[in-house]
């Protein structure tokens, strides 16, 4: 039984890193220029704009200036540029990001992630360090 388990968190935690480091509107440097502009308000990382612009109706890229902690959210993104912000990172309202250290959680940016994310899945789900 816990054999079946960790095999199927293995092979869920291959999935996702393969599947988040091929897609390409996620965490892109620059922000959105000559797009069309909801709002903006103050927060603090990624994650966090993100889940905001997933919750906003007509929200489909944001941009966070980790600068400022700032979150921008846009109707769409016809261009990315950092020329105006270099600490600029934005996304498609579909992007799905992970955060390694919240429980249950990861954050795959690249394919060497994944032994973190399987250390954290075996300690929450085998109580393994």
């Known amino acids: 039984m816990m054999t079946n388990i960790l095999s199927l968190i293995v092979l ?46 007509e929200c489909a890229w944001y941009t966070f200036d980790s600068d400022d902690n700032i979150c921008f959210m846009w109707k769409n993104c016809q261009n990315l540029t950092e020329a105006n912000c270099p600490s600029c990172i934005s996304g498609a309202v579909g992007c799905n990001l992970y955060d390694c250290s919240l429980p249950g959680t990861c954050q795959v940016s690249n394919k060497n992630d994944i032994k973190q994310c399987l250390d954290n899945w075996k300690q929450i789900f085998l109580g393994n360090s």
């Open 12 to 57: 869920t935690a291959f999935s996702l890193a393969f599947a988040l480091a091929d897609d390409p509107n996620c965490s892109l440097p620059g922000q959105c220029a000559e797009s069309d502009y909801i709002s903006h308000f103050g927060c603090e990382d990624e994650r966090e704009c993100l889940d905001s612009c997933k919750d906003t109706i």
